[in-house]
């Protein structure tokens, strides 16, 4: 790494900035798109910044935890709060009744939820069925609009029940996902991140000495609105 660059600042070339990155590059972004991103974690929020550097007219970001949607803000998205607002309608609302043109979903296998699928996937995973709470892409796969394209980073480990392929079929879609090629990303990344364009330094909520690290595993898991990225120190 260039010495005049400080450590902070390309810590996250080895996973979550080419993540966040490919899954913009997935969406096969063109000028002028609106792309909708679901889930404000730092792959999400990475995702948001490399939409709008790919020529995305406008990013909408969708979560719930305040200090995420905060920071979307901030990197130069619109942001919707699903416990405030429908998605759907909200997307339709900022997208003249078509929907986003690429959708993104930052959320993958989501450890928490309350929706009615999500509660009734937990009762399956109870009784040793394997499934996958996948609210969050069967919601952008429904709220892209026909001939658009669908970017999933999230990851997935089992079975996604109830996934409409009716729908991804009618609309004539575009899916891509898989694992990150990092190398392939990082010599790019290093460059914008000399050039000014990418920020990677914004995500890190919390500095904590590497003895604390249990701490910030906890505090992470209790309280992900505030504690977004922590860098552990030796």
């Known amino acids: 790494m260039p010495d005049h660059l400080d450590d902070e600042q390309v810590l996250f070339l080895s996973d ?10 997935n969406a096969q972004i063109e000028q002028g798109d609106i792309v909708a991103v679901w889930g404000c974690g730092p792959v999400g929020l990475f995702a948001v910044q490399g939409a709008l550097i ?11 935890h305040p200090h995420r949607l905060d920071l979307a803000r901030k990197l130069g ?21 078509l929907g986003p043109d690429a959708v993104i979903d930052a ?28 609210h969050a892409l069967r919601e952008a796969l429904v709220c892209v609009r026909k001939g658009g394209r669908m970017s999933i980073p999230g990851v997935y480990g089992g079975f996604a029940d109830k996934f409409p392929l009716g729908a991804m079929m009618e609309k004539g879609l575009q899916i891509r996902t898989g694992q990150t090629h990092v190398q392939r990303y990082t010599k790019d990344l290093l460059e914008r991140i000399e050039r000014g364009e990418i920020d990677t330094t914004c995500l890190i909520s919390h500095r904590l000495p590497l003895e604390r690290g249990p701490d910030g595993y906890r505090n992470f898991h209790d309280n992900q609105n505030e504690w977004t990225k922590v860098i552990l120190k030796p």
Request: aromatic share 4%; glycine share 12%.
């Open 77 to 97: 998205a619109d942001v919707i709060d699903f416990d405030r607002s429908s998605v759907g309608e909200a997307l339709m609302e900022m997208t003249g009744g």
């Open 16 to 25: 979550i900035l080419p993540t966040g990155w490919m899954a913009a590059e």
């Open 107 to 134: 959320v993958g296998m989501e450890a928490r939820g309350f929706a009615p699928d999500n509660i009734l996937e937990v009762a399956k995973q109870k009784v040793g069925v394997r499934v996958d709470r996948a």
């Open 54 to 64: 790919m020529g995305a007219a406008r990013v909408i970001a969708i979560d719930h």
